[in-house]
């Protein structure tokens, strides 16, 4: 039991600043957003896109990413477990810019790619951001775990 609570406490304990705030800010209302988003319009940013890029099962997919964007989005606004949620909201960048970005880079070029790109990329290093420094003093993760 106590390996579980020290893993815990490193999972939580995150600075005592600010400067995780405007991050965790921009990031979870953008996954919220786009989560939301893709059970409002399933046909354009929900299963339509995922059918488009190509994805088998796209409707499990959809549905899956958009319940991970809502979960973890709210997790990062409310910076609960903000560590932990960075992980899934990474692991979806990364597979949007390999399934979206590459074949851009492939067929049009690398200025066309980076101008796709740029969201996908600063998305990217906030997460990087979060995951390193946690997310500190106005949050529900500080709260938990005061040391």
């Known amino acids: 039991m106590n390996s579980i609570n020290h893993f815990f406490e490193?999972?939580?304990?995150?600075?005592?600043?600010?400067?995780?705030l405007i991050p965790r800010i921009i990031?979870?209302?953008v996954f919220l957003s786009e989560g939301i988003q893709k059970f409002l319009l399933p046909e354009i940013v929900g299963v339509g896109r995922f059918t488009k890029i190509g994805f088998e099962n796209p409707e499990f997919w959809a549905y899956f990413v958009?319940?991970?964007?809502?979960?973890?989005?709210?997790?990062?606004?409310?910076?609960?477990?903000?560590?932990?949620?960075?992980?899934?909201?990474?692991?979806?960048?990364?597979?949007?810019?390999?399934?979206?970005?590459?074949?851009?880079?492939?067929?049009?070029?690398?200025?066309?790619?980076?101008?796709a790109a740029r969201t996908d990329f600063a998305m990217a290093m906030l997460l990087i951001f979060l995951l390193i420094n946690g997310a500190g003093k106005w949050s529900a993760d500080k709260l938990l775990y005061s040391s």
């Open 10 to 20: 490193k999972l939580v304990k995150t600075t005592d600043d600010n400067r995780s």
């Open 66 to 115: 958009a319940s991970f964007e809502v979960v973890c989005g709210i997790l990062l606004l409310t910076g609960l477990l903000t560590r932990l949620a960075a992980i899934p909201l990474l692991t979806i960048m990364a597979t949007a810019l390999i399934s979206t970005k590459i074949p851009i880079l492939l067929n049009e070029g690398f200025w066309f790619m980076a101008h």
């Open 27 to 29: 990031v979870g209302l």
